[in-house]
């Protein structure tokens, strides 16, 4: 079967390896849609990593099963989530699924951007969701970036009613415009340093989105809510400046969500004064669990938060490196799929 492994920043190669062949607890899965995550094209992220198969995004058939698998057939159409945790440790019981280790420990083999991958036991009982007909497998291959939302947006608090302040308006920002509009958000603002982002954000129905080339965001966002700051503020970017600028455009009693992980060896300063004496909450949202799947895919399959939303990009496997490149590099790219 054909893969595309990733060596380095901008180095994908298509190469042949053979196929996996399931255990008695384990399935084989044929791909037929993987998204590249913004995680995919961090070069400090996937050099860690590198040399891999990447992609944790995929959608696919069935194809073959092991003896002892009874709740899956070959010819289901499945959602893989590349991890699973245990169920059954602290971290597990606490509903903490990205603390478990087993959690961290699994993977799909050899990864989403091959022909076919292997899914291990932990993962096919622990995460792997049919899809309903209705859901294409390129709605399939957003379960998993839809289900990241899910939790920042569960972890931010009371949503209905909140200001929502979105920074960064690649695909993650568009899709927590998409559930903050549908969980009932009073207003939903958003910024971003690239203006056909900005008016992606408005086509899918924020209120006031500032180009933050265009002067400070916070005292822009200060003049859009009367002075007060955002209820609600998710900082996509992964820099210490994003966090600093979510800090500055937080209300009294609001949320500031660190939806992305900074390089290592990063440091935020903050006024402990302000962060006590205002109330503010610094959380950081990583990943998803199994509990966020399953919500992603009724709004997947609600119609919320669809491929048509945001899929602007769309490769054959063989084109692997021209689809990461567009990924890493085309500021027009929102969401960019390799179909099989
Ligand atoms: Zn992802
Ligand atoms: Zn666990």
């Not at 054909?2 to 390896?17: G, T, W």
């Not at 860690?48 to 696919?60: N, Q, R, T």
């Not at 500032?210 to 820099?239: L, M, N, Y």
Request: charged share 20%; glycine share 10%.
């Amino acid at each position: 079967m054909r893969v595309a492994r990733l060596y380095d920043y901008l180095d994908v190669r298509i190469e042949e390896e053979p196929m996996p062949r399931p255990g008695p607890r384990q399935a084989l899965v044929r791909t037929r849609a993987c998204g590249i995550c913004s995680g995919d094209v961090v070069p400090w992220y996937i050099r860690k990593k590198a040399p891999l198969v990447f992609g944790h995004e995929p959608a696919g058939d069935v194809v073959d099963v092991g003896a002892e698998v009874r709740h899956l057939a070959p010819g289901a159409r499945v959602f893989v989530h590349h991890h699973a945790p245990c169920g059954a440790c602290r971290a597990c019981r606490r509903g903490e699924f990205v603390q478990c280790a087993t959690w961290r420990a699994t993977n799909i083999v050899p990864g989403g951007m091959a022909e076919y991958f292997l899914v291990p036991e932990t993962n096919l009982f622990g995460d792997t969701l049919v899809l309903p007909d209705a859901v294409g497998y390129d709605d399939g291959a957003l379960v998993e970036p839809t289900a990241c939302v899910v939790k920042s947006l569960t972890r931010a608090g009371q949503v209905a009613d909140a200001s929502v302040l979105i920074i960064g308006l690649g695909v993650m920002g568009q899709m927590h415009v998409l559930l903050a509009r549908h969980l009932g958000a009073r207003a939903v603002l958003g910024a971003d340093l690239v203006a056909a982002r900005c008016d992606w954000a408005r086509q899918l129905g924020a209120d006031t989105v500032f180009d933050a080339t265009a002067g400070a965001v916070a005292a822009q966002v200060a003049d859009a809510t009367d002075g007060e700051g955002a209820e609600i503020v998710i900082v996509g970017p992964a820099t210490v400046e994003a966090l600093e600028v979510g800090l500055a455009c937080v209300a009294r009693g609001g949320t500031v969500v660190q939806f992305m992980g900074t390089p290592p060896d990063t440091h935020l300063t903050i006024s402990t004064n302000d962060l006590y004496f205002r109330e503010v909450r610094l959380v950081p949202s990583y990943s998803c669990g199994p509990v966020d799947t399953r919500q992603a895919l009724e709004y997947i399959a609600q119609g919320v938060v669809t491929a048509r939303h945001v899929v602007t990009h769309r490769f054959q496997l063989a084109d692997a490196g021209e689809a990461y490149r567009t990924a890493a590099e085309d500021r027009s790219a929102i969401k960019t799929l390799v179909e099989f």
